[in-house]
């Protein structure tokens, strides 16, 4: 029983799936070609992949590692090598320009991004070097570049808030011996947007206007929410307006392969003035909210067949 007890088990492991980089990498690009500069405060993060990178893990050998330091100073060199508009377009040339100078490395994720800043109104002019902060939301893309010339990008926008002061309802859910939400037809509707749109099959990136199709989008998705300028449109749900956006967007546009949209609820209780000693009336005019438990609906709308190459 004693030399039983002495038998070293030997445990068969194998590095499985794995990538490193370098995140948080924040930097302003002011473009100085005018006399009306443009700016670009970004956020980057990176992560490099490799078959040659498992030693690292297994032998302790950094004999192939791009240190993570060397990832974030080559964002700061390239935002001056290589055009920064659009940011899609500038992430490809990142990962590409990196790929060839260290050419063990298989493929480069990118996140990159765009903190809104809008051009200052001064005298009912735009500034050309004042800008103030902007409320438009963050845009972003993410990026994967492969050495063997696959590339895959989505973007989109996050942080956007939007509200409805009417118009919003919703109603007809189960109803159990634990609801206590009311069905309603009226209700402000509020929300903070997150929408990332995924490209097809990208063949010329220089025949892609990813800017304006960042806009296109962001405005498509403010006109549905909002209906017409004067009368809007009801809205039974945030799941029905989200799905009215996504198929809108994919409609106009085809070489996007899927559409995801995340809405949290921003609730807003109209404010119970009975409970007060006054005689005014709240006509859904007053309202409470609070930073805590939240409704979060998120979906991904996506083409039923394949789209055309680009």
């Known amino acids: 029983r004693k030399a039983r007890n002495n038998i070293k088990m030997t445990t068969q492991v194998e590095i499985g799936p794995n990538r ?42 950094h004999s192939t590692l791009v240190p993570t330091e060397t990832q974030k100073n080559t964002l700061y060199v390239l935002s001056k090598k290589y055009p920064i508009e659009p940011i899609e377009r500038w992430g490809v040339l990142v990962a590409r320009d990196l790929m060839a100078r260290h050419t063990h490395v298989e493929a480069v994720n990118l996140n990159i991004q765009r903190e809104p800043w809008d051009r200052a109104q001064v005298g009912g002019k735009p500034h050309n070097h004042v800008f103030v902060a902007g409320s438009s939301g963050t845009r972003f893309t993410n990026l994967r570049v492969q050495s063997n010339g696959n590339v895959k990008i989505s973007a989109g926008f996050k942080d956007f808030k939007i509200m409805k002061t009417t118009q919003s309802g919703f109603e007809g859910f189960i109803r159990d011996e634990y609801t206590t939400l009311k069905p309603t037809k009226e209700r402000v509707m509020a929300t903070k947007i997150f929408c990332e749109y995924e490209f097809g099959n990208l063949q010329d990136l220089d025949k ?32 029905k307006t989200l799905y009215d956006i996504a198929k809108e967007v994919i409609g106009r546009y085809a070489f996007l392969e899927k559409v995801t949209f995340k809405l949290p609820n921003i609730h807003y209780y109209a404010v119970e003035f009975k409970d007060f000693k006054t005689d005014l009336v709240n006509n859904g005019e007053v309202f409470l909210t609070f930073d805590g438990a939240h409704g979060q609906i998120e979906a991904t709308i996506q083409r039923v067949n394949k789209q055309a190459k680009l």
């Open 208 to 239: 892609i206007d990813f800017s304006k199709i960042y806009e296109a989008v962001q405005q498509c998705t403010v006109e549905h929410f909002a209906g017409d300028a004067v009368t809007g449109v009801y809205s039974p749900s945030v799941q």
């Open 20 to 61: 490193y980089g370098k995140q948080n990498v924040q930097l302003l690009r002011v473009v100085r070609d005018t006399a009306t500069h443009e700016v670009y405060a970004l956020n980057c993060a990176m992560l490099l992949e490799s078959k040659d990178f498992s030693r690292h893990y297994t032998d302790g050998d």
